[in-house]
């Protein structure tokens, strides 16, 4: 019975190192105060599928080649970094023209409001004087 538990798949010292190995790489990957590589995280990342590599370039991949690009796509690069900051300030001014519109007209409607209602003050009075004069 001894020698069946120890040929037993899961007590293999070769599951055991794979099991101290993901306990290893657990560790490390929880863990905040440490971001060098272990042994075993480097055996592990060499045994999952190859990773891509990012270029750093940054034109595109027919610029590169043999084709050249068209005439237009080459006037256009040129004024491309200058859109973003165009149209931040052009509808900064847009929105700048927005406020000050509607506050002179506000100021301009809240001066006619005050001229009618002197107006209108006046023009009671004079019917009041006119009504008292004619009892």
Same mark, same amino acid.
């Given at each position: 019975?001894? =020698? &069946?538990?120890?040929?037993? /798949?899961?007590?293999? /010292? ?20 440490? =971001? ?11 045994? +999952?599928? /190859?990773?891509? +590599? =990012? ?13 050249? /690009?068209?005439? $237009?796509?080459?006037?256009?690069? *040129? $004024? =491309? ?15 700048? $023209?927005?406020?000050? $519109? ?26 009041? &004087?006119?009504?008292?004069? *004619?009892?």
């Amino acid at each position: 019975m001894e =020698r &069946e538990l120890q040929h037993h /798949p899961s007590s293999s /010292p070769r599951k055991s190192t794979k099991k101290k190995a993901l306990a290893a790489l657990n560790h490390n990957m929880f863990s905040h105060s440490t =971001r060098r590589f272990t042994p075993a995280v480097v055996a592990f990342q060499s045994a +999952r599928a /190859p990773m891509s +590599r =990012r270029t750093f370039t940054s034109t595109q991949a027919i610029f590169n080649s043999s084709q050249k /690009p068209s005439a $237009y796509k080459e006037g256009m690069n *040129q $004024y =491309r970094t200058f859109t973003g900051p165009f149209a931040k300030v052009f509808l900064g001014g847009v929105f700048v $023209y927005q406020v000050l $519109y509607w506050t002179w007209l506000k100021l301009e409607m809240d001066e006619i409001k005050v001229a009618k209602n002197e107006k209108v003050a006046v023009l009671e009075k004079e019917v009041r &004087e006119l009504t008292s004069t *004619q009892k």
